[in-house]
Nanobody, 121 residues
Framework: QVQLVESGGGLVQVGGSQRLSCAASGSIFSINVMNWYRQAPGKQRELVAGISSGGNTNYADSVKDRFTISRDNNKNTVYLQMNSLKPEDTAVYYC???????????????WGQGTQVTVSS
């Protein structure tokens, strides 16, 4: 069984910073790409940032130069450092990872339970 557990959400003021973490655990053979998504009320889930196993990153235009994604492969953990937060960043943030478990020959997508980030003005 593979699990992704997010932490670090909460209430933050406009212009503030927040750091999200997502740890993968279980019978993991390898982890490919790791992503952060978010979903605001009444909107579709959108990709915020992604990072490959080799460290290549990509970002949504709306968060470029404000958010930084990173990962610690030894800890099977991905982070999202969010700076200069805006009210429109308010959403539930979800961790996603493409993982090959120890008992499978293929990779599958796994999702965390989500963590709420609220930016107040």
């Amino acid at each position: 069984q593979v699990q992704l557990v997010e932490s670090g959400g909460g209430l933050v003021q406009v212009g503030g910073s927040q750091r999200l973490s997502c740890a993968a655990s279980g019978s993991i053979f390898s982890i490919n790409v790791m992503n952060w998504y978010r979903q605001a009320p009444g909107k579709q889930r959108e990709l915020v940032a992604g990072i490959s196993s080799g460290g290549n990153t990509n970002y949504a235009d709306s968060v470029k130069d404000r958010f930084t994604i990173s990962r610690d492969n030894n800890k099977n953990t991905v982070y999202l450092q969010m700076n200069s937060l805006k009210p429109e960043d308010t959403a539930v943030y979800y961790c996603n990872a493409r993982i090959r478990s120890s008992w499978a020959s293929d990779e599958y997508d796994y999702w965390g339970q989500g963590t709420q980030v609220t930016v107040s003005s």
